[in-house]
Each structure stands twice: as C-alpha cells, then as structure tokens.
C-alpha cells in the first residue's frame, strides 16, 4: 500500500493561557512513525486546541512550513536525506518568528549548542520523560529558550573556556552527525540507507572525519568518541 505522505490531525483540543478559539498549530517532523504518534498524544494531553501536521522528512517539513504559519516546529535532526540542523537554518532565514524546538537521540552536549547556535528555541533529547518535552514547548510558546541543566551547564562553561577546540568541533554538522553513528556501531551501509545517502557520499565523509581527527581507523574514533561522551 502507498504510503499516504505527511498527514494533519483533525484533533482540536487552547494551551493554558491562550485566548479561547485561537488554534495551536504544531508541525511535527520525524522520519519515525512512532515517535511522530507519541508526541501528537503528548502535546493533545497537554494542551488545548491543537492542530497537528506531520512531516516525515526536510522537504515535506519545508514544504508545510512555507504553506502556512505555525505556532511552533517540532523538528528531529537525525532525518533521512537533509539534515534537521540544514532545515532550520533555511527556517531561520526565512521564518525568522517560528519557533523551533529540535529533538534528537544524538549527543545533547553537541547537538544541542550547535542547534542554539543555528536558531533553535530549544533542545530535548528524545530518551527524556515526556514531562520534559511539555515544559518545554511551554517554555518556547512562551517565548524562552529550553536546554537542559547539563546543556546549560555546558555553555557556561564555553563562556570561560580558552578558544581552543576540541578535534570534533571542526566537523560540520553531518560529519559529527557520521561520526556519532559510526561511532554507534553502524555500518556505513546502515548509516547511507537511514541518511538517504548513497554508501559512496558516507565513505566521502568517513575519509573527510578522520583526516579532520587525523585519524586512521574506525576504532580509534570510536574510542574518542567514548572518552568525550558522544556516544553511549
């Protein structure tokens, strides 16, 4: 059966606060099935008079996101084919008011400064309580920025640190999110079939990764990514 493409949700249930009637609309991007659904029951739980759409990849998000006005984007940054940090920057020069809030299961402490740096209104890592998510879309529908304590912790921290970068931070975002993935275990067949990648681009961008780390083998990266906590 065809797949039937980024679907919007009839349901209408006003967050607290807001003024009666006044539509909620949430565009939720995840190439994952599940997790697009737990965060549609999350958000109609907690909030009143929302108005989902869903996008399953960058160009359906960016395709919704120029059709009409949203209160808030939900947006995963591991997506096959485009980058979600790629589809905020367009979002940010485009729509500078939407409100961004990215979600990932790659390494907070990176991710989430570099999607801060890039525009997001915040960060939530997807292994967080669903409570967490809620406070913080309440906290960016109100106009804030959310991170965690660690990852507001971790930019203190950058704000006293020396100059110096760690060997990761000269990776773009796509080689760091390789890195990551490699790094977790999957091969490069695996990592080109959930980037939308072809497996030669992935080689390109291992090559790119370890002459950046001057590197020569997989373990070794796998070994650094462990000591600096970019992995599991």
């Known amino acids: 059966m065809p797949d039937p493409g980024p679907v919007a949700d009839q349901s209408a249930l006003v967050r607290p606060g807001a003024v009666p009637g006044i539509m909620l609309r949430v565009l939720i991007t995840d190439d994952h099935e599940y997790i697009r659904l737990g ?16 996008a399953r990849n960058a160009q359906e998000a960016l ?38 809030l990215v979600l990932s299961a790659l390494s907070e402490d990176e991710f989430a400064v570099r999607a801060l740096k890039a525009g997001a209104a915040g ?59 490699i790094a ?14 072809s497996v030669k681009t992935i080689s390109t961008y291992r090559a790119r990764i370890l002459g950046k780390m001057r590197m020569q083998t997989d373990a070794e990266l796998i070994r650094y990514a462990i000591r600096n906590e970019l992995v599991d």
Not at 66 to 95: C, F, H, T, Y
Not at 165 to 175: G, N
Not at 184 to 197: E, K, P, Y
């Open 39 to 54: 965060l549609k029951q999350i958000l109609l739980r907690n909030f009143e008079h929302v108005v989902i759409a869903e």
């Open 63 to 100: 395709d919704q996101i120029w059709k009409q006005d949203w209160a808030l984007v939900v947006l995963d940054i591991d997506l096959p084919g485009r980058s979600g940090l790629e589809v905020l920057r367009e979002v940010r020069l485009a729509r500078l008011k939407v409100p961004v």
């Open 123 to 181: 960060f939530v890592n997807k292994v967080s309580a669903p409570e967490e998510f809620v406070q913080a879309v309440k906290k960016v529908l109100a106009g804030g920025k959310y991170v965690s304590s660690s990852v507001a912790e971790k930019l203190a921290a950058e704000l006293t640190a020396d100059s110096s970068l760690r060997p990761h931070e000269s990776l773009s975002d796509r080689e760091l999110q390789v890195m990551c993935l």
């Open 184 to 197: 977790s275990g999957r091969r490069l067949t695996q990592i080109a079939a959930g980037l939308s990648l």
